[in-house]
């Protein structure tokens, strides 16, 4: 099947600085989501960007599928942005599943 | 607008206990699925269905058995509980057309004692 692959496995920020989570994946694929996990464990959907560059707020991401990565991007860290970011991704033809990599673990200290 | 709605949050159940985990959807969606989330690693899928009627195996089929007898809700069971089941329980939906996410429930704590 198919592998992903998220880095750096965590992240300690200070409060107001930038960051990159990067998701390397081992197969073409026509859907791509983004996922912050709060600490309460609920998974809150980001983006969903199976190709280009898609902004929200402090949030932004960009997928090239032809080279089979995907980066996130979060600006001005605040401490509710700390978590865990997955990125999801499906092959075409496939029922819609989607594998998940391990995630990003994000602390971002005051 | 509920989305994806999971039942209960939390259980506790003991080693050969059975139960049913309830996933309700209001989004007409004719794809749902059944992840499972262990201590640091993301989610794995267990069962899922493309329409009403229908259920296929995922990554990690084995314990567990599902149904989708109303197009609106996917149960997930497992007739005997065991300590390795111990998990954060998924579900999601999505329409199935081409190129749309998937919309995922709250989750549903589990412990087997």
């Known amino acids: 099947g198919i592998q992903v692959e998220q880095s750096p496995p965590d992240l300690i920020l200070q409060e107001g600085a930038n960051s990159t989570l990067r998701c390397n994946f081992s197969?073409?694929?026509?859907?791509l989501q983004w996922f912050h996990q709060n600490p309460w464990g609920q998974l809150i959907n980001l983006f969903y960007?199976?190709?280009g560059t898609k902004q929200n707020g402090r949030l932004s991401a960009t997928t090239v599928a032809t080279e089979r990565y995907s980066l996130l991007y979060i600006s001005s860290s605040q401490t509710t942005d700390s978590g865990v970011y997955f990125c999801a991704v499906g092959l075409p033809f496939n029922a819609g599943k989607s594998t998940f990599g391990d995630g990003t673990t994000l602390t971002v200290k005051p | 607008n509920a989305g994806v709605t999971q039942t209960p949050k939390f259980r506790v159940l003991k080693t050969g206990q059975s139960m049913t985990l309830l996933c309700a959807q209001d989004m007409n969606h004719e794809y749902m699925y059944w992840y499972r989330q262990d201590p640091g690693m993301g989610l794995r899928l267990i069962h899922y269905?493309?329409?009403?009627?229908?259920?296929a195996k995922g990554e990690v089929p084995d314990g567990y058995n599902v149904s989708r007898l109303k197009k609106q809700n996917f149960l997930l069971g497992l007739e005997s509980a065991a300590p390795s089941q111990t998990s954060v329980y998924f579900c999601?939906?999505?329409?199935?057309?081409?190129?749309?996410?998937?919309?995922f429930g709250d989750g549903t704590r589990l412990s087997i004692l």
């Open positions: 269905s493309v329409g009403e009627g229908t259920t």
């Open positions: 999601a939906s999505s329409s199935g057309r081409y190129n749309q996410p998937q919309h």
């Open positions: 960007i199976p190709s």
């Open positions: 197969d073409s694929v026509n859907n």
